[in-house]
């Protein structure tokens, strides 16, 4: 079992550009998390994903940031016209949904320099 | 809105001490986990709290809920530099974990 595979590790985008981030879930789990983590600080909910639904986004940016989690292939979080601000690490985790004692798996993140 | 605080924000030790992490949130939750993240890493799961004076322990490590309270408490015991890292914890609300600001905690010699 792979765990939650996210790539890239590192990315690096010029201020303007967009960003594209993949989360592969654990085999099995079909809810997918994304989370923020700014330097030095905790993880910042942003939105949860099922198979083509998005159930909670209230920690989503309004502008400039999208998710989804496609029927098939992995799940997407799209940062268009990137700023300096939007330097991270991103997180994915994901669960069963019913599992309480497994709880949420997460991946080993996206580092995303803006320059 | 769940709001999720730890304190100490930091805490330096030396080896062989005792401290506590305290946890609390505002809000009812069934669940209560504990995370550890070293520098430039992913999250490692620690410990779930799923009931009320629920207790898990791992090595040096101890942790409880007192869901009454909406306090958790990671304690260590006798630490050791190895123990050096920033602890989370995160509760559930509707379905998503919501984290606390962390604890990085540094043990010295």
């Known amino acids: 079992n792979a765990g939650v595979m996210q790539n890239p590790r590192h990315l690096v985008r010029r201020r303007g550009q967009e960003a594209r981030l993949r989360c592969s879930p654990m085999?099995?789990?079909?809810?997918v998390y994304w989370y923020r983590q700014l330097p030095e600080e905790g993880l910042k909910f942003m939105v949860y994903?099922?198979?083509?639904?998005?159930?909670?986004e209230s920690g989503m940016p309004k502008e400039r940031f999208s998710a989804e989690f496609p029927k098939e292939g992995p799940s997407i979080l799209r940062i268009q016209q990137v700023v300096r601000g939007d330097s991270a690490a991103y997180f994915c985790?994901?669960?069963?949904?019913?599992?309480?004692?497994?709880?949420?798996?997460f991946g080993s993140g996206t580092r995303l320099t803006v320059v | 809105e769940l709001k999720v605080e730890q304190n100490p924000l930091f805490l330096s030790m030396q080896e062989g001490k005792n401290y506590t992490i305290y946890c609390n949130y505002s809000?009812?939750?069934?669940?209560l986990y504990w995370y550890r993240q070293d520098p430039g890493k992913s999250l490692e799961s620690l410990f779930v709290?799923?009931?009320?004076?629920a207790v898990k322990q791992e090595g040096r490590l101890m942790a409880s809920l007192d869901t009454k309270a909406r306090l958790s408490t990671l304690h260590i015991t006798a630490a050791v530099h190895d123990l050096s890292a920033t602890y989370f914890c995160?509760?559930?609300?509707?379905?998503?974990?919501?984290f606390g600001t962390g604890t990085r905690l540094q043990v010295f010699p």
């Open positions: 985790a994901s669960s069963l949904g019913w599992d309480r004692v497994f709880g949420y798996t």
């Open positions: 994903l099922q198979k083509e639904n998005i159930i909670d």
């Open positions: 709290l799923l009931s009320n004076g």
């Open positions: 085999k099995g789990h079909s809810h």
């Open positions: 995160a509760v559930v609300t509707t379905d998503k974990l919501i």
């Open positions: 809000t009812t939750s069934d669940r």
